[in-house]
Each structure stands twice: as structure tokens, then as C-alpha cells.
């Protein structure tokens, strides 16, 4: 219990760092920007490939559960959009570049800390913690929207291919439940899933490299904790957000 | 001059150095040796303030260093360079960029003032045409000395160097160990180097101080190394066979 207290109040005390005011805005920029590059740009391929198939399957299942005649077809379009802006766009998108960000954070830092890297910009008198962990956060709060917009588009497009291909509903029908009964807010409530997503993401990962001791043995364990860690915070705060912003 | 006065740091409850006092003098290559495990990078880390002492003084000339606090360190950091064992070089950025970092981030020089800068502390290592090149592509001895040039690249007043031969041969060692001398009698700074290689030690050391299970066991120059009394310390000196068979008679 100790422990796991002392892992919280390292964790806060390294946000504390990390959003100290910067030494050279210039230079944080420059980052940002890479960064934007390295975490954002570079999971675009990963996140239309996932979400043009989950919207794919989506459809599938839904047309073949929805057979009974009494069911509108077009419910099979509405129930992909939902699907997809609910729960998929955010939250599985999330849990997939938990694995694939996260653990490239935890890695690149830990990898930093053991080579006597962070050592050697905390000599020169760099907040190593802002320097390295800031752009990241900021990168991906503004990047993981917009991530989670191209999955909404690729979904839905993706369930339609499927639907009208494998001919369990035509392209009409498809287009007309997309547009039934759509609530503008559900967006948004994807979107802020997202934001606080990418912030665990990013900053557990961050923690779990920032405070690698020993070699490449533990490098790889705090990837992997990056990834358990950020995961099940993501499913815990899909539970605690979905309460608080659609009750 | 840095000035250590009684100095404590443990680890867990473990007493890694015990009561270490001694003064590292300016314009001189100070070396602090002994075996693998004695407490030397401990000492060499709680100096620049990478860990943090229990009990004792660091003095930067004046200045009570560890009493401050991260921001006041700042200005003692930026006269601060310092050679890491494994080098330390950013792996994302390039030579060019690595030495070229502490100008970024502390100066306001132009573009051109900065690339002059950079190809002088290159050119001075012996770096040449390397510039674009990230340091997975450079040998041991190159990021050794690209680290030495990013180390003076804000002219230091310290020069603190963490085993800077450690992997490398021995003509790459003798070429850093020269340079790490001239640069400090070059830029009169107050150098002070880690290592356990008595190449070194008979090559650079003006000012020598032997830890052993972290106390200093000795203090002298490397023309009195060789004829000390302290028997921990001729352990140490005369441990492979070249070295017992050049030891004096008398001893």
C-alpha cells in the first residue's frame, strides 16, 4: 500500500515538474512539432486500418443479429455509428495506442535514463522531465482527436463497404441510419473520452520510463507497465467518464 | 576550485561514501580513482548534484552548492560540462545537433555564431566531417570526444569526465586523456576525472585522490603514487604483473 502510494505521489510530483514554465519556449515548440511527427502522424495507419475493420465487423454482426423482419434495416447503419462514435473511435483507438504510443514513450525514456542521457541534461540544467514529457502531452492531446475523427470516417465508411459487399444492406439504407437520430453530442463526448485518453497515455507511460534503475531488462518491464498501466486506467475512466457526461 | 567537505551519501541505509573531504584545485586535471565499486561515479554525481548528499558542503569556489535548489543550480549548471561513461549523446539528434544543444537552449547567438561555435568545438576534438552523422554511426573514441565538445561548447569553468576511457584502446584513451588535459589548462578550468586506468593516472594526474569502500584512503600527485605507504592504494596501483615488476625495491 506504501508503495503503490509513493508511485502516486511520484507521479504527481513529475506532472509538477513537468508543467513548470518552459526554459525555452522556442525550443519546446520544436518538439511539439516532432513529436507530433513521431506519436500523431505515424498512428494514422495504424487507426484506419483498425477502424475500417471494426466498422466492417460491426455491420456484420449487427445485420446478422438483426434478422428478425420486425427490425428497420437502416437500424444496422445506426447501430454501426453509434458503435463506432460511442465506444470504438475513443476507447478501443485508445487501448490500441496505448500499446503502440505508450510503449514507445516508456521505451525512448527509459532507454534515455539508462544511457545517462536525462543525467545529462539535468547537468546542463534542463528540466529533463518538462523538456522530454511536455511536447509528448501536448502532441497528443491535440493529435488524438483529430485520430479519433479519422476513425469515426473510416468506421462508418468501413461498415458501409462491408454492408452493401456482402449485400445485408444496401447502400441507401446504410446511409439513411447513419443520419437517423444522430445527437451532435455523442462527438463530443468521444472527443473528451479522447483528450483525458491521451493524457493517461502519455503521462503513465512517461512515469514509467522517467523512473527506469538498471538496464534494458527494465526498460522492456516498464514498457510493458505502460501499457497494463494506461490500459486499465483507460477502462476505468471510460466507466467514470460515460457516467458523468451521459447520465 | 571545488571544495567537498565531509561528505555522507548512502544508499537504503547503505554508507556509499563516509566523510570524503577534499579541495579540486582550478587549471588542474584532479583525478579520483579506485576499484570498480568504490564509490567514485557516487562521489563524481553527488558533486554535480545528480544525487543528493545526507551531510557535508559542496563549495563552487564561494557558492554552498548544495544547499540550493533546482533553479538556483542553474546558473552553476550552465558553467558545468560534463563527460558521461557511456557518452551520453541525444541519439535522436545529430553530432551537429548534440553540441549545438546547450547553445540552443542557454544562449541567444544567431544561427551562424551558433554553427561556429559548433565546427570550433568540433574542429578542437578532432572531429571533422561528421556533423550529419547520429552517434549509433560513430565509434567509441568519436562520441567520447563529440561528448568532450558538447561538454565545452558553453566554456565551462568544470569539466567533470565519468571513466572517459572506459572501452576504448589504448591509443584512443592516451588521445582522449591529452585532451581532456589541454582543455583544461587551454580554458583553466577545474577538471576532475573518474577512472581506474593508471594510463591515465600517470599520464594526467596533477591532483589524485584514491577511494576505497568510499573513504579516501589517499591524496597526492602521480609522482608520489608510486611511493606511498598506503597498502590498499599499491593494491590498487601495482595489481597486474607489468606493474608489480616496475614496483620500487623498497616497497
Redo the contacts between chains.
Sequence with gaps: MIKFLTHIGNYFLLLKKVFSKP??PS?YYRQTMREFVYLGLSSIGIIVIISFFMGAVITLQTAYNTENPIYPKYLIGLGCRDSIILEFSSTVAALILAGKVGSNIASEIG??RV???I??L??????SASYLILPKIIATLLFNPILTLIGIIVGIFGGWIAGTLSGVITSENFIYGIQYAFIPYYITYSLIKTVFFAFIITSVSAFQGYFVDGGSLEVGRASTKAVVYSSVLILMFNVILTQILLS | MICVKNLNKSFNGNLVLDNISVTFETGKTNLIIGRSGSGKTVLLKSIVGLHEIEAGEIWYENILFNKLNFSDRKEIRSEIGMLFQGSALFDSLTVEQNVRFPLDMFTDKSNEEKIDRVNFCLNRVNIINANNLFPSELSGGMKKRVAIARAIALNPKYLFCDEPNSGLDPITAILIDALIKELTEEYSMTTIVNTHDMNSVMEIGEKIIFISEGLKCWEGNKNEILNSDCETLNDFVFANSLAKKLRPTSK
Design positions: 526554459e525555452k525550443i532507454t534515455m544511457t545517462e542521457q543525467d545529462a539535468e547537468i546542463m540544467g534542463v528540466n
